[in-house]
């Protein structure tokens, strides 16, 4: 098979599957927590309330992007593999190409600084860069299929993970506020309960009791509520369905 079917192959298998990721990632960094010099786990509260904010600048580039994104550009299409109705080369997508890979990176540098493990920052973004690599590459053949020299044209002007901020395009439909609700809140409590895991197993690695700091209850049970509350609204009524999005 040659390379680039076989790139694209495997870089299909991956999308359908990125919901995973996370797993493996949370493992592998209880065992980086596990491994690491006790001290430099003790509870601090300045740092990581640091990592936090980290992890919620990601957040807020996904809702940047998702917020102006129209129907099928940049969906949550796991099973289904890609799809794409019309090509979004404004807002976000006017200066990079995958901003909501790079969203990513950024929420998951909260957790990986927390485990407070060199080897392990240094090792993560290589194999976050391999992994994720595959499944743009799937991505943009499937859209240079779909598109033609419309995305040809495209790609040559914006960076595939480095914002280019020159050719920036105003979004060409509205910020909606209920997109971003319906599509993002797992995402959203997904940062909280990573950082209540590591804390649980941290202060049971230092102490052997597993509790939670109180600084990371009183964050996230309001995370919780929000959580809790927008997926009724979600499951219960149609509120945040809006159209085209």
């Given at each position: 098979m040659a390379l680039v079917h076989e790139f694209e192959r495997s870089g299909n298998w991956l999308f359908k599957r990125r919901s995973w990721l996370p797993v493996f990632i949370v493992a592998a960094g209880i065992t980086a927590m596990y491994l690491t010099n006790r001290q430099a786990i003790l509870f601090d509260p300045v740092k990581e309330l640091v990592f936090l904010g980290i992890s919620l600048a990601g957040e807020a580039l996904r809702v940047l992007?998702?917020?102006?994104?129209?129907?099928?550009?940049?969906?949550?299409?796991?099973?289904?593999?890609?799809?794409?109705?019309?090509?979004?080369?404004?807002?976000?997508?006017?200066?990079?190409?995958?901003?909501?890979?790079?969203?990513?990176?950024?929420?998951?540098?909260?957790?990986?600084?927390?485990?407070?493990?060199?080897?392990?920052?240094?090792?993560?973004?290589?194999?976050?860069?391999?992994?994720?690599?595959?499944?743009?590459?799937?991505?943009?053949?499937?859209?240079?299929?779909?598109?033609?020299?419309?995305?040809?044209?495209?790609?040559?002007?914006?960076?595939?993970f480095i914002p280019g901020f020159r050719e920036y395009i105003k979004p060409a439909l509205p910020f909606s506020f209920r997109n971003v609700l319906k599509r993002e809140y797992n995402s959203f409590i997904n940062?909280?309960?990573?950082?209540?895991?590591?804390?649980?197993?941290?202060?049971?690695?230092?102490?052997?009791?597993?509790?939670?700091?109180?600084?990371?209850?009183?964050?996230?049970?309001p995370a919780g509520v929000i959580w809790t509350a927008v997926r009724i609204i979600h499951k219960k009524t149609s509120w945040l369905e809006v159209p085209g999005r």
């Amino acid at each position: 098979m040659a390379l680039v079917h076989e790139f694209e192959r495997s870089g299909n298998w991956l999308f359908k599957r990125r919901s995973w990721l996370p797993v493996f990632i949370v493992a592998a960094g209880i065992t980086a927590m596990y491994l690491t010099n006790r001290q430099a786990i003790l509870f601090d509260p300045v740092k990581e309330l640091v990592f936090l904010g980290i992890s919620l600048a990601g957040e807020a580039l996904r809702v940047l992007t998702v917020g102006f994104a129209p129907r099928n550009t940049s969906g949550r299409n796991t099973t289904a593999g890609q799809v794409a109705e019309d090509l979004n080369t404004t807002g976000a997508y006017s200066i990079l190409r995958h901003p909501l890979y790079l969203g990513n990176l950024i929420m998951w540098l909260g957790p990986i600084l927390f485990v407070r493990s060199s080897v392990f920052i240094i090792l993560f973004f290589p194999v976050y860069w391999l992994y994720y690599e595959r499944i743009m590459f799937a991505e943009e053949q499937f859209l240079r299929t779909r598109f033609g020299d419309a995305y040809d044209k495209w790609s040559e002007k914006v960076n595939a993970f480095i914002p280019g901020f020159r050719e920036y395009i105003k979004p060409a439909l509205p910020f909606s506020f209920r997109n971003v609700l319906k599509r993002e809140y797992n995402s959203f409590i997904n940062i909280f309960l990573i950082f209540v895991l590591l804390d649980l197993l941290r202060n049971y690695f230092l102490s052997e009791r597993i509790y939670l700091t109180p600084m990371w209850m009183w964050i996230s049970i309001p995370a919780g509520v929000i959580w809790t509350a927008v997926r009724i609204i979600h499951k219960k009524t149609s509120w945040l369905e809006v159209p085209g999005r």
